[in-house]
């Protein structure tokens, strides 16, 4: 049979190998699956699974799982529609959770800002530009208590985004609840409190691995206790995939996190059976359609055997991996974006056809500012259309016996298996955290992938294929005026916070706080939590969670009772190094006898030389981040593409503050602050940062930003004096030849 359609394949190819044929006029899909360990194949047959032992064997709700936690899967328990929201003040994110149930949605996902997230009161002065911006903003259980005000939290399953100060948070919560009348034992649900992805790529960790995983430990004991029907974790690949990961990459170092923390349960005191039923996943899924079914799939597999075999659980509820997922926001762009709409639906299909326990969709505008009411309505009606209209879930696992679908599963479930190995030969994930080998491998990847963005190996339709040029889409389109009509970013309302509004109503909340209550009681609680950090001893007397209740109770602040932690450990600072030569390698591979054939290449390379004659020395930027914001996928990359390209390079440590960015620009001599800002934070700390350039004498110095800035902003920043702005999107040779014209012309 295979011979009769090689005979009809090379007829098609006009007598080519069909092989080869193949691989020619697919090369960006090929070489994309070889970064995930596969090596596509124009046809896929039953000879593909002949090293598979159990397949058509494998069903659903039956280890080891690879099509579905469940039995019936979606025609018995339909997966979970839980949207991610927060912003503003707790009263505004309470008013918006209450219209999204009354809308059709299932569960409610907190999103905190980052001055929360990173432990620090709304009146610290390092967060001024933080404070509710990119999510709710929670400093005492009085905030707690009205953001969930009018919801039932006995019967509504919240989950909560919460990592570095995952203790005051949770503590929080609980007395909020308990206040409303609503035990511990009856809450359902699920924190965050992954935090040794925090140190891989996400960046809101407080204090140093080892303790942190000590916190891991006291809330797996604290909820095996006191709350049954909790889950005390949820194990999260999505941000990995976010900051670059590739699909095998989030996999491997998802589940390797899963075995780190079950032995953190296990030096508190608890059986791995006692404690793996309990944990809860959550995968990214991205563009990659078929891939992302089999990573889902394939994470069931391997999770069932790495419980049994490495671990040895005995119950078969351990083996069964549970998993929220959440659509890219990495492949959401700021061009064309009513595409988007179109990429979240294509991505919600797989997690769905993958077999997700709950869902959240992106809202097509988040690629330039918070998400509105009407875009977060049509992101909950992608869901409800694809769970109403379409028939999906009806079967169980309707990709089952795929012979490209199971032979893809197969395949990256071996290769995430060979580097979780990897990882625990290092010791486990921890201790390959300490070596910063997983933070390493994320960050070239993503350089990889942008330099194939930016030299079209990687088609983004709408970005560097299919868009608009000078008002008009470029090629491939049509050329009726009316369809050429096109949806803009400038065509969009956005949501806009307004910071000082919010930072004021936290800060008189703060001060009536902190003037009505027991300050004894206070001051009591938070010696406790010192004394429990300071100790080595595990018991329920040290237990930090317990010991962050009694402090909430008392009214203690989300700062304070970081605080009294952060004297006995300290905050964490991570390095500041790059992936170089990753970006160069791939950008330049596209040459002709080492002719480059990207014109804007030569370009930058010409540019560079004659600025480097010019003034002496090559251009010289600081990448910085200000604030809590640490997302800096786009602020490594960026760097790391600029020094490929001959720029000298100062990546900045994350947390600055606009002083501290302007000090270390002056001491560092350098030509341009690139400020990297992806949470909103760039309407109060780039004037601040401007202004501090003023005090300190150096204004010579180029400004540009790059990130999510809305373009209703971009006046408001060119007007402080910010040269150029680069939204997500831009070509990395694009900025870097547009910022050596502008700098060119500003030197003497």
């Excluded at 470029?474 to 009726?480: A, D, F, M, Q, T």
């Excluded at 790059?578 to 930058?604: F, S």
């Excluded at 004096?721 to 680069?726: E, F, K, L, R």
């Amino acid at each position: 049979m295979v011979e009769a359609w090689e005979t009809k394949a090379r007829k098609e190819a006009k007598g080519q190998d069909p092989y080869q044929a193949f691989r020619s006029k697919n090369h960006d899909v090929g070489v994309r699956m070889k970064h995930v360990g596969v090596d596509l194949k124009p046809v896929y047959s039953k000879s593909d699974l002949d090293v598979l032992p159990d397949y058509g064997e494998e069903f659903p709700g039956v280890s080891p799982f690879t099509r579905g936690p469940y039995a019936s899967m979606y025609s018995g328990r339909p997966w979970t529609i839980r949207q991610y929201a927060g912003f503003s003040t707790a009263e505004e994110s309470n008013a918006f959770y209450h219209r999204c149930l009354a809308a059709g949605q299932q569960g409610i996902s907190v999103a905190f800002d980052l001055a929360t997230h990173r432990g620090y009161d709304s009146d610290h002065l390092r967060v001024s530009g933080d404070v509710g911006m990119s999510g709710v903003a929670i400093d005492s259980v009085e905030d707690m208590a009205i953001l969930f005000s009018g919801i039932p939290l006995d019967r509504m399953s919240v989950s909560m985004t919460m990592n570095g100060a995952v203790l005051p948070i949770l503590a929080m919560y609980i007395v909020a609840a308990e206040e409303d009348g609503v035990e511990a034992s009856k809450l359902t649900g699920t924190i965050q409190n992954d935090i040794l992805k925090e140190f891989m790529v996400r960046n809101t960790y407080i204090y140093p691995p080892h303790p942190s995983m000590r916190i891991v430990g006291d809330i797996f004991a604290y909820s095996a206790n006191h709350m049954p029907k909790y889950h005390p974790i949820s194990i999260s690949g999505y941000h990995m995939q976010e900051a670059g990961a590739t699909s095998t990459l989030e996999l491997a170092f998802t589940l390797a996190d899963g075995l780190e923390y079950l032995r953190c349960a296990a030096s508190a005191g608890l059986p791995v059976d006692a404690v793996a039923p309990r944990l809860s996943f959550f995968f990214g899924i991205g563009m990659d359609f078929f891939t992302e079914i089999a990573k889902l799939r394939a994470a069931r597999r391997l999770w069932a055997r790495l419980l049994r075999d490495k671990m040895g659980a005995k119950d078969e509820r351990s083996l069964v991996l549970r998993t929220h997922c959440q659509t890219s926001g990495y492949s959401l762009t700021a061009q064309e974006p009513y595409n988007n709409i179109i990429r979240t639906t294509i991505e919600a299909m797989a997690a769905i056809l993958g077999g997700t326990q709950s869902l959240h969709t992106n809202s097509f505008d988040e690629a330039i500012a918070l998400p509105t009411d009407f875009s977060s309505k049509l992101a909950r009606n992608t869901q409800l259309i694809l769970a109403e209209e379409t028939g999906i879930p009806a079967v169980a696992d309707p990709l089952g016996g795929s012979y490209y679908i199971e032979s893809l599963t197969a395949r990256i479930e071996a290769d995430a298996e060979k580097l979780i190995h990897e990882i625990e030969d290092l010791g486990g994930m921890t201790e390959a955290i300490v070596a910063g080998l997983p933070k390493l491998k994320i960050e070239e990847c993503a350089a990889r992938q942008q330099a194939r963005i930016d030299n079209g190996k990687q088609v983004i339709v709408g970005v560097n294929k299919y868009h608009r040029e000078n008002g008009r889409v470029g090629s491939g389109s049509s050329n009726n005026e009316d369809e050429n009509q096109e949806q803009t970013e400038e065509d969009l309302v956005v949501r806009q916070i307004d910071n000082t509004a919010v930072l004021a109503t936290q800060t008189k909340r703060l001060e009536r706080l902190r003037a009505t209550r027991d300050l004894e009681k206070v001051e009591q609680a938070l010696k406790a939590i010192e004394n429990a950090a300071r100790s080595s001893e595990r018991t329920e007397e040290t237990n930090l969670l317990a010991l962050c209740v009694e402090a909430a109770r008392a009214r203690a602040t989300v700062g304070e009772i970081t605080n009294a932690m952060e004297k006995v450990w300290g905050r964490y600072e991570a390095s500041t190094g790059m992936a170089t030569g990753t970006y160069g390698a791939e950008v330049g591979a596209n040459t002709v006898d080492g002719i480059q054939k990207d014109p804007e290449l030569a370009a930058v390379a010409a540019a560079v030389e004659r600025f480097e004659a010019d003034q002496g020395r090559r251009p010289r930027i600081l990448v910085a981040k200000m604030g809590m914001d640490g997302h800096d996928r786009g602020a490594k990359v960026m760097a790391t593409g600029l020094a490929d390209l001959g720029f000298d390079v100062d990546v900045g440590p994350l947390f600055l503050t606009p002083a501290e960015v302007a000090r270390q620009a002056v001491d560092a001599d350098v030509h341009i602050v690139g400020v990297s800002t992806q949470a909103a934070g760039h309407r109060t700390l780039v004037p601040q940062l401007m202004n501090e350039l003023r005090k300190q004498g150096a204004n010579d110095v180029m400004v540009i930003c790059g990130g999510i800035i809305p373009q209703q902003d971009h006046a408001m920043l060119e007007n402080e004096g910010v040269a150029a702005i680069y939204g997500p999107g831009t070509r990395v040779p694009s900025a870097a030849l547009d910022m050596l014209n502008i700098l060119m012309k500003e030197q003497p």
